[in-house]
């Protein structure tokens, strides 16, 4: 089955700064790869994803990245802000399905 | 989107004792997903519920430990049975629209 390795698991970060979180999958037959967020005490929500059949994509102050060869894909969030602080999850799935694998989570914390 | 109301929000029980949590959507879903998260830990699918049908298990997880229903197409319960200690974790119900996955609020057990 898919395998998606998630790092760093802690990331700080000074207001302002930008934040960067890489995962990794095993299964070359995934080709939707979501983002998701989970505030401390809430449940998990979609903040952006990408398909295989694009690079990059954008939406303000976040973007994801996709490398279909190396199979690893990242997002980015530039300009950090407080409310940016809360776990961040990467997830792998295929189309039938669109069932997730998560990776381990990403902790953010974004100091004022 | 997919509104979620999932029930008990938490609770304390013996271990030995067994718990029913409770899943209702908005709409009519085919599948609906049981998902465990321990603490500091990823979102790690139990099993798929479908109506009609039994649930299917993800390896590691086993129906006579989290017994599933799926009596109609928008409701579904997880039974985690013989509580132990290990069992203490955050459950959540999740139902997928197109590619996204929505998740309720999650049932945080603790198992004394």
């Known amino acids: 089955g898919e395998n998606v390795e998630q790092h760093p698991s802690t990331l700080s970060v000074q207001e302002g700064d930008s934040a960067v979180i890489k995962c990794t999958y095993s299964?070359?037959?995934?080709?939707?790869f979501p983002w998701y967020k989970q505030e401390l005490g809430k449940r998990p929500q979609l903040i952006i994803d990408?398909?295989?059949?694009?690079g990059e994509k954008k939406d303000q102050r976040i973007a994801v990245t996709l490398n279909k060869t190396a199979k690893h894909f990242s997002l980015h969030i530039t300009e950090t802000q407080p409310e940016d602080s809360a776990v961040y999850f990467c997830?792998?799935?295929?189309?039938?399905?669109?069932?997730?694998?998560f990776g381990r989570g990403t902790s953010l914390i974004v100091h004022p | 989107s997919a509104v979620i109301s999932q029930k008990p929000s938490r609770d304390i029980c013996q271990r030995g004792t067994s718990l029913t949590i409770q899943c209702q959507v908005d709409?009519?879903?085919?599948?609906m997903f049981w998902y465990r998260q321990q603490p500091g830990q990823s979102l790690t699918l139990i099993a798929t519920?479908?109506?009609?049908?039994?649930?299917?298990?993800e390896s590691g997880f086993v129906i006579d430990k989290f017994p599933i229903s799926r009596p109609n197409l928008t409701f579904s319960t997880l039974t985690v049975s013989n509580m132990s200690p290990e069992d203490s974790s955050i459950y959540l119900c999740?139902?997928?629209?197109?590619?996204?996955?929505?998740f309720g609020q999650g049932t945080r057990l603790t198992v004394v």
């Open positions: 299964d070359s037959a995934s080709n939707y």
């Open positions: 709409s009519q879903v085919t599948m």
């Open positions: 997830a792998a799935s295929k189309g039938g399905s669109y069932i997730p694998t």
């Open positions: 990408i398909r295989s059949n694009v």
């Open positions: 519920a479908n109506q009609g049908s039994e649930a299917t298990y």
């Open positions: 999740s139902v997928r629209r197109d590619t996204e996955a929505f």
